[in-house]
């Protein structure tokens, strides 16, 4: 079974430049995440889609921070423009979306760095 | 405000030499608590899920055990390719949220 697929893996930018980043979930999974892990830290939840509708974005910087998932499927995360605060490893991960008890299955990330 | 700590940050151990990775919690009723490893450079990768007080998991050279108040990973008699950052998380009200402990770097030589 394939895993969770992420693109870019790396990217280097400078600030207020704008970036993307694309995740596509393992197939038949209806709950996508995104999570920034800054270096030295746990991954912390940015947003969190149900299908092509969002259950939590309670920690995303929505005045930069953006993200999609228009058909229920892959995913879109932006950000416009970047500070240097944001230099990070974002993380996707997906899970069933049966349950509250499930495990989360993550990708392998994409490593921004904004200078 | 739920709250996820481990500790040590690091730990330096020699092969063969088992130890205990500690992860500490705070949360309004625990629904699951998760152990995940992460290689340097990979995302995380999933371990065990642990729901009630008293239940353990094993996984090869690994043991995870529950309390009220925290969990434990054992490691018997660990192996260089054990070297890893361990991550453990709680799960925290909303629907799925999970809330992570800044992990333990293990490194295991030879």
């Known amino acids: 079974e394939a895993g969770v697929a992420q693109s870019p893996r790396y990217k280097i930018i400078e600030k207020r430049q704008s970036v993307a980043f694309w995740c596509n979930p393992i197939s038949g999974h209806a709950t996508l995440y995104w999570y920034q892990q800054i270096l030295g830290q746990g991954p912390k939840l940015l947003i969190q889609?149900?299908?092509?509708?969002?259950?939590?974005d309670s920690q995303l910087p929505k005045d930069r921070f953006s993200a999609e998932r228009l058909k229920g499927v892959d995913s879109t995360l932006k950000i416009q423009p970047a500070k240097l605060e944001d230099s990070a490893v974002y993380l996707c991960?997906?899970?069933?979306?049966?349950?509250?008890?499930?495990?989360?299955?993550f990708g392998p990330g994409t490593r921004l760095l904004v200078l | 405000e739920d709250q996820v700590t481990q500790s040590p940050e690091a730990l330096r151990l020699q092969e063969g030499e088992s130890s205990s990775l500690n992860c500490s919690y705070t949360v309004s009723g625990l629904r699951g608590l998760f152990w995940y490893r992460q290689d340097p450079g990979k995302g995380p990768e999933f371990l065990f899920t642990?729901?009630?007080a008293g239940e353990e998991k094993e996984k090869e050279r690994l043991k995870a055990t529950l309390t009220k108040k925290e969990s434990f990973l054992h490691i018997t008699a660990p192996k260089p390719e054990d070297s890893a950052t361990y991550l453990c998380a709680v799960h925290s009200g909303g629907y799925n949220k999970l809330i992570f402990g800044a992990g333990t770097r293990l490194a295991v030589h030879p």
């Open positions: 991960a997906s899970s069933l979306g049966g349950s509250r008890k499930e495990t989360q299955y």
């Open positions: 642990l729901y009630s």
């Open positions: 889609f149900q299908n092509n509708g969002v259950v939590d």
